[in-house]
Each structure stands twice: as C-alpha cells, then as structure tokens.
C-alpha cells in the first residue's frame, strides 16, 4: 500500500490550496481516510477524516469551516480544499489511510488508528 501525498507549497495567507492524496494497493471507498498536519516543534495533530462510505466527515476546530476533505473515487485519491489559510495552518501535512472502523467518531481523531501514512506534503502559509 502507497499513499502519495501532494500539492503542497509556499502560500500567502488568505489563500486557497488543494491537497491530493493518489493511494495505491487499496481503494479508498473501501476504507476511512483522514489528514494530519505536523508543525515544527509540535505533535502531530488530526485535521479531517472520511468514512469509507463518505456519508460523514468530521474536522478539527481549527479548520472547521475552512478545509473540505472529499474522496476522488475514479482516481482512487482522497483530497483536502484549504481555504482562508492561516499562518497557523504551517505544517507537513499527512494522508493516512485506517484498516479497522469504529462508530465513535472520536477513534478517528487519533493518529494510532490509521495503518497506512503518506510522505506527507509542506504546506507554508506566509502572513
């Protein structure tokens, strides 16, 4: 399984991005996929995730509003549109992909449930 994620770059803030995650050895409509960022000096930190079926998406606070997470089923691919951004959202931002599904919603905000992780992608939001 190979998650490559992409479309990174050198942004100003208030500005628009668009994320792509191409997944390869599995197919996303199968599996819950999700996003996470990691700041420089900071932990790594959940951002939004999808349910296999995509019926139900759930964001963190902070980009709620801002960011969309959709899948791309044709191109087996899952994306993240970053609105508005914000110098805080600076971070490497990872795709990731969780073999085992759970009904609480909450599962899906830890890192620990995904399997599968991207090379991750720089995001640099310059104020």
């Known amino acids: 399984v190979q998650l490559q994620a992409s479309g990174g770059g050198l942004v100003q803030a208030g500005a628009s991005l668009r994320l792509s995650c191409a997944v390869s050895g599995l197919t996303v409509s199968q599996y819950d996929m999700g996003w996470f960022r990691q700041a420089p000096g900071k932990e790594r930190e959940f951002v939004a995730t999808t349910r296999w079926s995509g019926s139900r998406t759930y964001y963190a606070d902070s980009v709620k509003g801002r960011f969309t997470i959709s899948r791309d089923n044709a191109k087996n691919a899952v994306n993240l549109q970053m609105n508005s951004v914000i110098p805080e959202d600076t971070a490497v931002y990872y795709c990731?992909?969780?073999?085992?599904?759970?009904?609480?919603?909450?599962?899906?905000?830890?890192?620990?449930?995904?399997?599968?992780w991207g090379q991750g992608t720089q995001v640099t939001v310059s104020s």
């Open positions: 990731a992909a969780a073999l085992r599904r759970s009904d609480f919603m909450g599962y899906y905000y830890s890192d620990s449930a995904y399997d599968y």
